[in-house]
């Protein structure tokens, strides 16, 4: 059974830090690229970032790029989401999802999901 | 970057049969393979319809989706409504240049 299992979220002031992460398990996770997707309250998905099976490839939107950095560690089947410099309108529910494809993430979809994991960014 | 334009929200009756349209601002909506996830409270996004009209495994037949070139747009049918399929449905599709997903805003389907 896959499984993905999401930890490390929490309450960050502006300006702060927090790393996210998603344990996978019932599927051989280096083989398959995976995401990061948000909905804040009272909104819509968003989708934040992607890595590729072996970490080459990292992809972010520009809502996040230069603050959040997607890695993943294959020997642990693990991925992570460093975010810095958090503003109040990062405020979310972060989801990872593990993606169909293995390299170019952006012609998959996400097929399994973790639970979800809420940051919430005030002072 | 293109968007996705979804209606608010839809509503039918139990047993009848509603459809949720996304339209692409700009390119063509047949360049890009479109997918659908269903969005209830409290729970994770789950995938409904993937490459434009495909089901994953489990999905019930009532869910289908298709492309329509005439009008650049993508539609979500679900038939024979039922109360288990009230939820919030996002259409998504992507830019294979930059790359990165693009989602549209969702759509809240009530089941009267």
């Known amino acids: 059974e896959v499984q993905l299992l999401q930890s490390g979220g929490g309450l960050v002031q502006p300006g702060g830090s927090l790393r996210l992460s998603c344990a996978a398990s019932g599927f051989t996770f280096s083989k398959y690229a995976m995401t990061w997707v948000r909905q804040a309250p009272g909104k819509g998905l968003e989708w934040v970032s992607a890595?590729?099976?072996?970490?080459?490839?990292?992809h972010y939107a520009d809502s996040v790029k230069g603050r959040f950095i997607i890695a993943r560690d294959n020997s642990q089947n693990t991925m992570y989401l460093h975010m810095t410099s958090l503003r109040v309108e990062d405020t979310a529910i972060y989801y990872c999802?593990?993606?169909?494809?293995?390299?170019?993430?952006?012609?998959?979809?996400?097929?399994?999901w973790g639970q979800g994991i809420r940051v919430t960014v005030s002072s | 970057n293109f968007m996705l334009t979804q209606p608010h929200s839809v509503s039918g009756s139990p047993g009848k049969t509603v459809t949720i349209s996304c339209t692409r601002s700009?390119?063509?909506?047949?360049?890009?393979?479109v997918q659908w996830y269903q969005k209830r409270p409290g729970s994770a996004p789950s995938a409904v319809i993937y490459e434009n009209n495909r089901r994953p495994s489990g999905v019930p037949d009532r869910f289908s989706g298709s492309i329509a070139s005439s009008s650049n747009s993508a539609s979500l049918t679900v038939s024979g409504l039922k109360t288990e399929d009230e939820a919030d449905y996002y259409c998504?599709?992507?830019?294979?240049?930059?790359?990165?997903?693009?989602f549209g805003g969702g759509t809240k389907l009530t089941v009267l």
């Open positions: 998504q599709s992507y830019d294979s240049s930059i790359p990165i997903w693009v």
């Open positions: 890595v590729g099976d072996s970490s080459g490839r990292t």
């Open positions: 999802a593990k993606v169909t494809r293995r390299h170019d993430f952006w012609s998959g979809y996400g097929d399994y």
């Open positions: 700009s390119g063509s909506i047949a360049s890009n393979y």
